[in-house]
């Protein structure tokens, strides 16, 4: 079920970049990854040694604007499909290493990135729990992963789950609270080095005002999300890794 689940939202991501392929300015994800420099400072020293993951990159994701790494990795189970896009593939910087794969099972070493970017990825996935732990497991001990995503309060997450009984919103399988984002953490051994949040009063009022039925639609049921951001670093062994396996010996 969980599968069939994932493979529609699958589909629906798909869908989505295609339809918006041809006019989409992709100029957001300089403007993330300048973001993300600020976010970060003090915690990561961006340069040619530094290794980056970025989990559920998309079409180019925001390590392609990261180019003071040498190391630069990206995985999402639709890279097949964005390779395919020739304007995606002209917008990508060729020294990043794409891969096809999920953010469930990392085909890397443990103790090997300094920096995983997800950005608002986790509630496209299967398993959120298993992804966390991957990030946890690849993840350098003094690491830095760079977090964002959708968190709700509870109403909003009752609104959601009748939302997702009839499939009205299938590219987000999953939704979360901040209280279900810090216990992961926390149970994981990632301390929160930086918190920063929207909140739901902003994100209302733009989606009250959007073209979009499905927005205004969130907005009248107050199913509004908060936009979150968590910087965190790997401080400690998990209290427990579901799925532990024996990683690959050797990444470039």
């Known amino acids: 079920m969980i599968n069939r689940r994932w493979n529609k939202a699958q589909v629906s991501e798909r869908d989505w970049w295609r339809s918006r392929a041809a006019d989409m300015d992709m100029g957001f994800y300089a403007a993330f990854a300048r973001a993300l420099r600020g976010d970060v400072e003090g915690l990561v020293t961006l340069g040619p040694d530094t290794r980056i993951l970025e989990i559920g990159s998309g079409p180019a994701g925001i390590l392609t604007h990261l180019g003071e790494s040498g190391h630069r990795h990206a995985v999402d189970p639709l890279e097949d499909f964005y390779a395919s896009v020739q304007r995606f593939r002209d917008f990508r910087d060729p020294a990043v290493r794409y891969h096809a794969g999920s953010g469930e099972r990392l085909d890397f070493p443990a103790d090997h990135f300094d920096l995983v970017i997800m950005d608002n990825v986790l509630d496209h996935c299967a398993d959120p729990g298993q992804v966390l732990a991957e990030m946890q497991r690849v993840l350098k001990p003094g690491g830095t992963a760079y977090f964002r995503q959708n968190t709700y309060h509870l109403w909003g997450r009752l609104v959601r789950g009748l939302m997702e009984c009839f499939q009205l919103d299938r590219g987000h399988p999953h939704t979360f609270s901040k209280g279900y984002l810090q216990r992961r953490f926390r149970g994981l051994g990632l301390r929160v080095r930086r918190f920063e949040r929207e909140g739901y009063r902003a994100t209302w009022i733009r989606e009250i005002r959007s073209s979009r039925a499905l927005d205004r ?34 990444v470039e």
């Not at 107050?222 to 670093?233: G, H, K, M, N, S």
């Open 217 to 250: 639609v969130k907005a009248l049921l107050f199913a509004t999300r908060d936009r979150t951001l968590y910087i965190l670093q790997k401080t400690s062994a998990p209290e427990s890794l579901p799925g532990e396996r024996t990683p690959p010996e050797q």
